[in-house]
């Protein structure tokens, strides 16, 4: 069993950048990767950033790459999801996910976080 707790959202302008945490609870962290999605009201949940166990291997979504950058602290249990240059469109709740692959987390999760608000104003 892995619980997810994410952190960090909150409202702030176009052009800003904020910094995502989601900290994990159990002792097999490491075995798992994690990824970041978000998912606005009426739309369908979407992946924005994915990272392997070990970390080498990433996946962005076309509308995040060069802007949005996930990375993973196994010492710490913790995901982050840095969000540069954030534009109104990026507004949605942002949930952290864990999987035993980046190709199983992107089909379906095994767990998931409770998700924190971000909010872009133009």
């Known amino acids: 069993q892995v619980q997810l707790v994410e952190s960090g959202g909150g409202l702030v302008q176009a052009g800003d950048s904020l910094r995502l945490s989601c900290a994990a609870s159990?002792?097999?962290?490491?075995?798992?990767?994690m990824g970041w999605f978000r998912q606005v009201p009426g739309k369908e949940r979407e992946c924005v950033g994915a990272?392997?166990?070990?970390?080498?291997?990433?996946y962005y979504a076309n509308s995040v790459k060069g802007r949005f950058t996930i990375s993973r602290d196994n010492a710490k249990n913790t995901v982050y999801l840095q969000m540069n240059s954030l534009k109104p469109e990026d507004t949605a709740i942002y949930y952290c996910?864990?999987?035993?692959?980046?190709?199983?987390?992107?089909?379906?999760?095994?767990?998931w976080g409770q998700g924190t608000q971000v909010t872009v104003s133009s």
């Open positions: 996910a864990a999987g035993r692959t980046v190709i199983a987390l992107l089909r379906n999760a095994d767990y």
């Open positions: 159990g002792r097999t962290f490491s075995s798992y990767a």
């Open positions: 990272i392997s166990s070990s970390g080498p291997s990433t």
